[in-house]
């Protein structure tokens, strides 16, 4: 008899202390009438199962009761599904939902604390005890049930149950005894130190009735993946935060990282992995299967000011503008084009970021559709910016005649190629032809720039086009062979002949005989 009481009294004793370490998580567990229970893990935000709340608009009728239990009035809020949702579709068992609700009334109660790193993972085992915090409902619930009656004799005061774990099965459900009175679902489950473990549920389904939780860890990982993570406040460190989510070589969790933090080194090594790997083909595809360009643009918008961050994201982006055009549609279809010239803007000083923010401008401005009034007003003036500060790099020099060809070529507004001319586009691409006549490539993006402006016929009797008469001959000349920049080259003597000026310099110059050269090249392309 001595032995059971002092036994029943040391339970009582344990039971009281973890009663005192999960104290200050009791306000924060609700009941949502006539359903169960949630509490909240971030401000304004609720977690619980999903036969709890199983879609907006059936959350959108809900209300949530805090403080029952307590010294305090109950408090009632509205839910707000259409703020915030999300809920768990696959795999199965995870079951679990988080919705939006008012915060007007209940600023004051302090969120429980969600695991996010592996840190606060709190181990479960089979034999431990848990205290699990629940709000009655019908044993006759069921988890389809489309009503459930809040008018039924059971008693939904909240209850605090101390629960034996019987079971931890290979998908972290942890099992509990069935309880005969009483179904629950959307309960908080708790270990003896107050950390969060658990989500527990019992409600009659199609294998009959059973006790449960789903483990938090699992949770949290599902969280992790559809990049919910930035839903809650988090004092993680980086180092946490990466030793727990990071995996060697794995774009996708890099990816995610990305989507689910805002830890500056977090990011910055995360990107930097991104960049690293983004010269394999099989890891670009992967990071445009799984939404790249977005979360890669979103990141650089955001850290604008991160050298590192900018730097990596470019060489990533540039990369995925090779190959189909698809890719190139959505780095612009997200913003691409206006954040890419922001950077070139900010690090003018970074001759690597200058050039790859003119080989990606050169690249998505090979579609007609991305020449656009912002690529023409602010990349116009941002290329020719590069080639000036960087006189000797054939690589800005090549790209930024490339960018400009690209928009005189897909642009039918004359404002456009106004604006390369008056910014001194057609002097740099003379300059090129005369500086670098021996440079194939630069001087074939020389000759269909021109080739690209005088096609605008307004232009083609331009003061600022006499000069590049003789250097385009000359050019011509040195690279007979080369019947692309013969076919345009011819084209670009062709228009510049509108000018009477321009015919007596190209008569003069044997411009004659080399439009008798390159007319080969042109039939070619007639198909005569």
Not at 35 to 56: E, I, N, Q, Y
Not at 124 to 137: F, K, R, S, T
Not at 191 to 218: T, Y
Not at 305 to 326: H, K, M, P, Q
Request: charged residues 20%; neutral net charge; contains cysteine.
């Amino acid at each position: 008899s001595y032995s059971f009481c002092t036994l029943l009294a040391r339970n009582h004793s344990r039971m009281k202390d973890v009663i005192a370490e999960n104290r200050g998580n009791i306000p924060a567990i609700c009941r949502i009438p006539g359903r169960g229970s949630a509490f909240l893990v971030a401000p304004g935000l609720l977690l619980t199962g999903l036969d709890v709340v199983r879609s907006k608009p059936e959350a959108a009728k809900m209300k949530a009761v805090f403080h029952e239990s307590g010294k305090q009035a109950p408090v009632v809020v509205d839910l707000k599904p259409f703020s915030t949702f999300f809920c768990s579709a696959y795999p199965e068992h995870l079951s679990y939902a988080l919705v939006a609700c008012d915060m007007k009334k209940i600023h004051q109660v302090t969120p429980v604390k969600l695991p996010i790193v592996s840190s606060d993972w709190a181990t479960v085992e089979e034999g431990d005890v848990c205290l699990i915090v629940q709000h009655p409902l019908s044993i006759t619930t069921t988890a389809d049930t489309d009503t459930i009656d809040e008018h039924s004799n059971v008693d939904h005061s909240e209850v605090k149950r101390f629960e034996e774990i019987l079971s931890v099965s290979e998908t972290s459900l942890l099992g509990f005894k069935t309880n005969s009175n009483y179904n629950s679902a959307g309960c908080p489950v708790f270990n003896s130190k107050g950390v969060l473990v658990g989500l527990q549920s019992q409600l009659n389904g199609p294998n009959g009735i059973s006790s449960h939780a789903v483990c938090i860890k699992e949770i949290v990982k599902h969280l992790f993946a559809n990049g919910k993570m930035s839903f809650f406040e988090t004092t993680c460190s980086s180092q946490e935060i990466w030793s727990t989510w990071h995996q060697e070589g794995d774009i996708i969790r890099s990816l995610r990282i990305m989507q689910n933090f805002q830890h500056t080194e977090v990011i910055q090594k995360a990107m930097s992995e991104l960049c690293r790997y983004s010269g394999n083909e099989t890891k670009l595809q992967q990071i445009m299967d799984n939404n790249g360009p977005k979360i890669i643009l979103e990141n650089f918008c955001r850290f604008r000011i991160d050298e590192g961050v900018v730097s990596s994201a470019l060489r990533t982006l540039w990369n995925l503008s090779f190959g189909d055009d698809s890719r190139r549609k959505e780095i612009v279809a997200n913003g691409g084009i206006p954040i890419i010239i922001q950077g070139m803007e900010n690090f003018c000083k970074n001759e690597e970021v200058v050039e790859y923010g003119c080989v990606l401008l050169y690249n998505l401005s090979s579609l007609p559709e991305h020449v656009t009034s912002h690529l023409c007003e602010k990349g116009i003036p941002a290329v020719l910016k590069a080639m000036q500060l960087y006189p000797a790099s054939e690589v800005i020099i090549k790209f930024t005649l490339g960018v400009l060809m690209n928009v005189a070529k897909n642009t039918k507004d004359d404002e456009h190629v106004k604006t390369i001319v008056q910014l001194g586009g057609v002097e740099r691409a003379c300059g090129a032809l005369t500086q670098c006549s021996h440079n194939e490539y630069l001087v074939e993006n020389s000759v269909l720039l021109l080739s690209a402006v005088v096609a605008h016929k307004d232009f083609a009797l331009h003061p600022a086009l006499r000069a590049c008469v003789i250097p385009l001959i000359r050019a011509l000349k040195i690279h007979h062979s080369n019947k692309t920049m013969a076919k345009h080259g011819n084209q670009a003597l062709w228009y510049l002949g509108l000018d009477p000026t321009n015919r007596v310099v190209i008569v003069r110059n044997s411009g004659l005989e080399v439009l008798d050269s390159t007319i080969d090249a042109v039939a070619q392309t007639l198909g005569t």
